[in-house]
């Protein structure tokens, strides 16, 4: 639960649900495209595997971008969602994403061995162990 700068308890993280429009051509991928994000799409062998790579891809791009203090495009609403008439569309669903707060410093307890695995792929431990949080709660977020 987060906590207001005076001290009281906020009622819950900010989470924004964006329109997704899932879409299959014959002989290709699931793929899934964001109207409020042109440019970021997703795709996987099945139509869940592209929900939900399709979340795990729109929280990625929502943290780099509050990271790098862009602001978000308000959520088109649903009903004014219309798909290129050149798609096959399968589905047209809204994906949410939990808009990432400011960063906090916490002591974790991690296998030496995993730690060295971490440190041989990634420059910024901490960086790493958020994107793959991240990464893991939009999964099961979309499961």
């Known amino acids: 639960m987060r906590v207001s700068p005076d001290g009281e308890k906020a009622d ?3 989470r924004l649900f964006y329109p997704a429009i899932l879409e299959k051509e014959p002989e290709s991928t699931y793929g899934v495209t964001f109207l409020d994000f042109p440019g970021l799409v997703s ?3 099945t139509a869940e595997a592209a929900l939900v790579n399709a979340h795990e891809a729109l929280a990625g ?10 602001t978000l495009p308000e959520p088109t609403p649903l009903e ?8 096959k569309v399968v589905a047209i669903t809204m994906v949410g994403v939990t808009i990432p707060g400011k960063a906090k410093r916490v002591n974790v307890t991690l296998d030496e061995a995993l730690l ?13 162990l958020s994107e793959a949080a991240r990464a893991e709660l939009a999964r099961r977020s979309a499961s």
Request: charged content about 30%; hydrophobic content about 45%.
């Open 61 to 70: 791009h929502v943290a780099f971008m509050v990271q790098d203090g862009d």
């Open 12 to 14: 819950q993280m900010a």
């Open 80 to 87: 004014a969602v219309v798909a290129d008439s050149d798609i």
């Open 43 to 45: 795709a996987g062998d």
């Open 116 to 128: 060295e695995e971490i440190d041989e792929v990634a420059k910024n431990r901490s960086r790493f």
